[in-house]
């Protein structure tokens, strides 16, 4: 759970990223509750959602697979 909530600190701080409207994780048990710290210490906007979708994730990889595969022949 500390390595998920050092993620998620170092992600939000990051200059170029925005506060997030929907964080979508798997189904790991570590991250509810890094979330919730986060939300309860102001890091994160109260009205940002959580949400565990399995393989979500994985559509959102392969919607970039195509781009990878034409950055790796170049």
Do not use: C, W
Request: glycine share 2%; aromatic share 8%; charged share 25%.
């Amino acid at each position: 759970m500390q390595a998920a909530k050092r993620f998620f600190i170092k992600a939000l701080k990051s200059p170029h990223n925005q506060n997030p409207r929907v964080v979508t994780a798997d189904k790991s048990p570590s991250y509810p509750k890094p979330i919730n710290e986060l939300k309860n210490n102001i890091d994160l906007n109260i009205n940002t959602k959580f949400s565990q979708i399995k393989y979500l994730n994985n559509i959102v990889e392969q919607d970039h697979r195509f781009i990878k595969k034409s950055l790796n022949r170049g």
